[in-house]
């Protein structure tokens, strides 16, 4: 099992790129939010790799953080989607935003990513939403944002409680995720406190 290759970029395609290392090309598939993160040509990159093992050929798929792997991973074991649907969901969707998706049980969202049906989106929350945490989309996987203080864990009851109010408020959940993580929030502060901040965001 290839765990990560660390190499220079040599060519970018529009589902994939290829890293030189030890004079072999390692063509790899990965997700258009890699695409969008990628180095310049000729850079030094790491690639974090899932491969896959068939008759027919070897597959390496790629992304540029563990997170990022582990969520591919997460929907691999979803029954119905392998690694092509699983990287076309990570296309459309952010970890992240997928995350908040499963915890909102936002099927449409899901759907939208090429070859995945509405029943298969249903499939997906059903399956990953005791996978999956409020804490996840907060700091991304558990690393939070630079900047974003990790308090106590009792504070993320005030968190939850502020992104609760903002989606009655008629944002998305998605939408109120990322304006409580970009919130420096410190363990002193109440949900009104994380809310008021919030919405300076949004505004």
């Known amino acids: 099992m290839i765990s990560y290759i660390r190499g220079i970029l040599s060519e970018v395609s529009e589902d994939g790129i290829v890293v030189e290392t030890g004079n072999i090309g390692y063509e790899i598939r990965v997700p258009v939010s890699v695409l969008e993160k990628l180095p310049s040509l000729g850079s030094e990159i790491k690639i974090y790799t899932y491969m896959q093992v068939r008759e027919d050929g070897i597959s390496l798929f790629g992304f540029l953080g563990k997170a990022d792997l582990a969520m591919f991973r997460q929907l691999l074991g979803v029954n119905g989607i392998g690694p092509k649907g699983a990287l076309g969901v990570l296309s459309v969707l952010s970890p992240d935003s997928l995350r908040m998706a499963i915890i909102s049980g936002d099927a449409k969202a899901i759907a939208k990513a090429p070859g995945i049906g509405s029943k298969t989106a249903q499939r997906v ?35 939850k409680e502020a992104i609760e109010a903002l989606t009655a408020l008629g944002y998305s959940p998605m939408e109120a995720a990322r304006a409580v993580r970009r919130v420096e929030i410190t363990s002193e502060m109440t949900a009104e406190d994380i809310l008021k901040q919030s919405l300076k965001q949004l505004i």
């Not at 700091?139 to 504070?155: F, H, M, N, Q, S």
């Open 125 to 159: 929350i059903l399956d990953l939403k005791d996978k999956v945490s409020l804490e996840e989309v907060l700091y991304g996987g558990g690393t939070p944002e630079i900047g974003a203080a990790v308090p106590e864990a009792a504070a993320i009851g005030p968190e």
